[in-house]
């Protein structure tokens, strides 16, 4: 029912001729178009220069990134497959391997916030199930400008619900992430969606083409004339014409995608496939290229097969569109009628396209013609790469917390802080996500990292997406490794061994000294950490020029970590578990009041280095509440990370409704203790203080008792006892009603107050 | 009980469906393709589970519910064969006229997941045998056209005539509107047809009931379920 009358191919015969301000348009420098002329040894034809544009912009080619990111950390004994393919993957035992990437559409979700973040969510679903994984799991990490920016609400809306509507109808729980605001991304939204899927070790599928003469097919839906010159959109910083780029943005459709991710699992399990790739970013062209390229293969491609939406559609609309949900694959020849049959089955679009060829070249036809003919490892995996210059930040100076004057008093201050927009509950957004779906949710959102049993147990994943933008503006080396380190130990305190990440790096220009210099010491950071956890980076994307009219977006490197629990019915959580338990800190307090949450929005000063990261301390600590909570005598864990320890125990009570009774160490002042931000902490619970005091010893961890659960109060000494009930609710309390300011006040009465 | 799951193409809780009938009824359900004409053999009780059957588009369950398969479901309801319709399941089951009424968005225009209270009505059906009149359970619900609406007559008949199974509630049992997500009309959860033999329902008992998991207010149906084909056979 799906056989299409295929569209007479029309001849463009008023091709535009090549002119400089047309290759600047295909966002390439002079000097990229020389070397393309010296390449060829003549003029490219309209199509090949968007060909061009499409392999060699920042997105596709990693041209400003690849040197650094090769500094990094890939290998460990478990992993399988690192950076270079569609996803990472890991081995987690019993012969199964878990497949995860996480990848950005920040560009395309400021146009347009419901498609952009929606096919951000289908691409990387798309990465995933490429490889012969069942996605099981989807995170993704937000941020947006300030809530007083006359976008930002709209933004978040949209944003949530594409990405709700996206996964929720594909079918997969998207159990985690972080959301936050902040001024410098008023002209650039974040929005990295990452997706963790599920294979077996030997049933692993890859892009690298092998064979002569195999037949390349194409799967999935047809070719519209949408998002064409995405990826090149994505490569450039915004001017005042940003609205224009909307038809740049993809359309998705998660329907077709939930039947291309069955049809795939079920040709692959047949055995027909020899490569894969998915069509992403410069969409046809960019997956036969990588099949051929990673192959040391041709490919020659017939455009007048490519099933399209529209008739009419030139070579250069076909090659460059981003239309989602579309595959491209090599086949087995035996094998072919078997997968049409399947593909027919699922009511998806299947036509032989091409080959492979032994002459290296990328060669299209159209029409009859010859539209390009191109060297393809030059166009793939051999396109230019930049050492770019950059300048090494001068870093902000300590703080010295006796010199900052607490504003209010630290109960005030924790009631601000719980009910402000970055610490607040983000139930507003993630009750928007299906997380309870495939019946596998152990921990849902809410806590410091999802748990989602594998299977039918007993092992599960924990999963988390941490970074802290302000620590790597202020210092991006330890900034860089705070974000690997939070992952780590939001991972430690579920009970999860640390396994691998994914990195996602969102940054301004490169072109600019001062933001290479960031990326640069953000990735040494991100390597030295990974390599001292043993926690290697196994995929990532990297998203440059988030830049509104020269002004950068804080460096955000968003660090998806995955751990491993042997026993789902063993992860810890946050909440209280009982009256009268023992609070301990586990971790050195020093009172790290720079760049802290406290002193920008209670003091209103942005300054001061950040917290610096003590990796051997990461592991010590790490290590030991991990083991703790294996053996059973721990209650609940939570790691401190933003607002300080007193914003951690406040969770814990408001995820329980059990109040505590606090009491601090003499010898730092109050407010620099309670918020102060200094890392590799947790806060823990226990019946059984006297063996957690001994093994803490045993292995030189400081441990600091705080005091005990219980009651209805959150009562610190010296200080104005809080309700618990009170404190929930201003926790609960700000993103609902800063969502529902956008609706017209008439709406109210049609809105009946939700339950909380 | 022998289960059939009816799957659609953009059906996505049939796995946490099949695993729930596998664990609780001891036998794994058979899925049957939406293109089908017949239902396996014996079947003892339809499924029309949760998802996105064609995508929701053009309207929920609109294009399910003229699936081949469908003719097969209908005749098996006329003989006052089982079927279990849940969310997704459910608007397929309204469009193709099993059921009254019909599922709009959300009062608050937004998809919800989370946990809500059901207060059973009524324990003398097959569907809820498992339970009490008057419990009140704990389930998931993850939808964004899950308000029921019908002609005030047709609310009347379902009202008097005991068909509203599941209310939402709090946690008490008291039926607020503070505490019904969507909207729906008296707090309409879930619904039977005048024969009693449909059961429509938003929310999603299959993802609650593994102890291990953390809850099994969901086991009742299913064991209710059970437990009447056991007497019956």
């Not at chain 1, 055995?271 to 069509?279: H, K, P, T």
């Not at chain 1, 950068?552 to 810890?572: H, N, R």
């Not at chain 1, 003590?614 to 864990?637: K, P, Q, S, W, Y």
């Not at chain 2, 089908?36 to 929701?56: I, K, N, Q, R």
Request: with cysteine; charged share 20%.
């Amino acid at each position: 029912m799906t056989r299409s009358l295929k569209p007479r191919p029309v001849v463009i015969s008023n091709e535009p001729a090549i002119t400089p301000e047309l290759i600047a348009e295909h966002g390439l420098k002079p000097e990229e178009y020389e070397r393309i002329l010296k390449l060829l040894g003549r003029a490219p034809s309209f199509t090949e220069l968007g060909i061009f544009s499409a392999m060699w912009n920042e997105h596709c080619s990693y041209k400003s990134s690849k040197i650094h990111l090769r500094t990094l950390p890939t290998k460990a004994p478990w992993v399988i497959q690192g950076p270079g393919e569609n996803a990472g993957v890991i081995a987690i035992g019993d012969g199964l391997a878990v497949v995860f990437k996480m990848e950005s559409h920040n560009h395309p979700s400021y146009i347009e916030p419901y498609q952009g973040a929606a096919t951000g969510v289908g691409g990387i679903l798309r990465d995933v199930f490429t490889m012969g994984a069942r996605p099981i799991a989807c995170l993704n990490a937000l941020s947006f400008g300030d809530p007083k920016h006359p976008k930002t609400r709209a933004l978040v809306a949209g944003v949530v619900a594409g990405i709700g509507g996206y996964g929720n109808s594909f079918g997969v729980p998207t159990v985690g992430g972080e959301v936050r605001f902040d001024r410098r991304y008023d002209g650039n939204c974040l929005v990295n969606a990452m997706a963790v899927g599920l294979a077996e070790t030997d049933k692993i599928f890859y892009a690298k083409a092998t064979g002569v003469g195999m037949p390349i097919v194409y799967l999935g839906s047809k070719t519209g004339r949408d998002g064409i010159h995405g990826a090149t959109m994505a490569s450039a910083e915004f001017g005042a014409d940003a609205e224009e780029k909307r038809p740049t943005v993809q359309v998705g459709d998660p329907f077709s995608e939930k039947l291309l991710l069955e049809a795939c699992l079920e040709i692959m399990a047949k055995g027909c496939v020899i490569a894969i790739q998915d069509m992403g970013a410069a969409g046809l062209t960019c997956s036969a290229v990588e099949m051929g390229a990673k192959g040391d293969l041709g490919v020659a491609l017939d455009l007048d097969k490519v099933p399209c939406r529209e008739a009419g559609m030139s070579a250069y609309e076909m090659m460059l569109s981003e239309s989602q949900e579309r595959m491209l694959m090599v086949l087995k020849p035996d094998k072919e009628q078997e997968a049409e049959a399947i593909f027919r089955k699922w009511g998806l679009d299947f036509a032989v396209v091409g080959e492979t060829t032994p002459t290296k070249r990328f060669v299209v036809r159209h029409a009859g013609a010859i539209v390009a003919d191109l060297p393809i490892k030059e166009l793939g995996d051999e396109a230019p790469v930049y050492r770019r210059p950059f300048a090494e930040r001068l870093n902000d100076r300590e703080v010295d917390a006796a010199s900052i004057k607490p504003p209010v008093a630290v109960a005030d201050a924790l009631e601000t802080l719980l009910g402000s927009p970055n610490l607040c509950s983000k139930r507003w957004v993630w009750e928007q996500y299906d997380h309870v779906i495939l019946g596998n949710t152990v921990q849902r959102p809410g806590g410091d990292a999802a748990v989602v049993r594998i299977n039918d147990g007993p092992k599960a994943l924990a999963l988390t997406a941490d970074v802290t933008p302000r620590y790597c503006e202020a210092d991006p080396f330890e900034g860089g490794k705070q974000a690997v380190a939070e992952a780590w130990r939001n991972l430690s305190a579920v009970g999860a061994q640390p396994l691998a990440v994914t990195d996602n790096l969102n940054f301004g220009n490169p072109e600019r000294p001062e933001i290479m210099g960031q990326f640069v010491d953000c990735i040494r950071g991100i390597g030295e950490a990974c390599r001292a956890l043993d926690f290697p980076v196994v995929s990532g994307n990297v998203s440059l020029y988030n830049e509104t009219n020269g002004r950068a977006i804080l460096p955000t490197p968003t660090i998806g970590g995955v751990g491993l629990l042997d026993q789902f019915t063993k992860s810890m959580t946050i909440a209280f578990n009982g009256e009268d338990e023992a609070i301990f800190l586990i971790g050195e307090t020093r009172g790290w009041l720079g760049q802290s949450v406290y002193l920008r929005d209670l003091c209103g000063r942005e300054e001061g280095a950040p917290p610096p990261v003590d990796l051997a301390a990461e592991r010590r600590h790490g290590d030991l509440v991990r083991g703790l909570i294996r053996d059973g005598l721990i209650t609940a864990a939570h790691d401190v990370s933003d607002g300080g320890l007193l914003v951690a125990v406040a969770e814990m009570a408001i995820a329980s409704g059990i109040g505590a009774v606090l009491e601090q160490p003499p010898g730092i002042p109050p407010h620099a203790f309670w918020f102060g931000e200094d890392q590799a902490r947790y806060v823990i619970t226990t019946k059984q203080s006297q063996p957690v005091l001994e093994r803490a010893r045993a292995v030189g961890v400081p441990v600091v008792p705080l005091g005990a659960t219980g009651g209805t109060l959150l009562a610190i000494a010296g200080e104005r006892p809080l309700r618990i009930d009170d404190l929930k609710r201003r926790f609960e309390a700000w993103l609902p009603a800063y969502m529902a300011g956008a609706r017209r006040p008439r709406a109210y009465s049609l809105t009946r107050a939700s339950a909380s | 009980m022998r289960s059939a799951v009816v799957v659609f193409p953009g059906i996505n809780r049939d796995r946490d469906m099949a695993r729930a009938l596998r664990l609780i009824s001891g036998r794994e359900p058979a899925l049957v393709w939406h293109g089908d004409a017949a239902l396996p053999p014996s079947t003892d009780l339809v499924v029309l589970p949760g998802g996105f059957s064609y995508g929701d588009y053009l309207r929920c369950g609109a294009i399910a519910a003229r699936a081949p398969i469908m003719d097969a479901v209908r005749d098996f309801a006329a003989k006052g064969g089982l079927v279990l319709a849940i969310c997704n399941g459910f608007q397929i089951a309204c469009e193709a006229g099993l059921l009254p009424g019909v599922l709009m968005r959300n009062a608050q225009l937004r998809f919800i997941c989370r946990d809500v209270y059901l207060r059973v009505e009524r324990s003398d059906t097959p569907f809820t045998r498992g339970y009490n009149a008057g419990q009140v359970i704990r389930v998931p619900v993850a939808h964004g056209e899950g308000n029921y609406i019908a002609d005030g007559e047709t609310i009347a008949r379902l009202e008097g005539e005991g068909r509203v199974l599941f209310r939402y509630s709090s946690p008490d049992g008291i039926i607020d509107p503070n505490w019904n997500h969507n909207g729906a009309m008296n707090g309409i959860a879930g619904i039977i047809n005048d024969r009693g033999n449909v059961l429509g329902m938003m929310p999603h008992p299959e993802n609650h009931v593994e102890a291990s998991m953390g809850r099994t207010d969901g086991r009742g149906l299913f064991a209710g379920l059970v437990d009447h084909f056991r007497v019956a056979a």
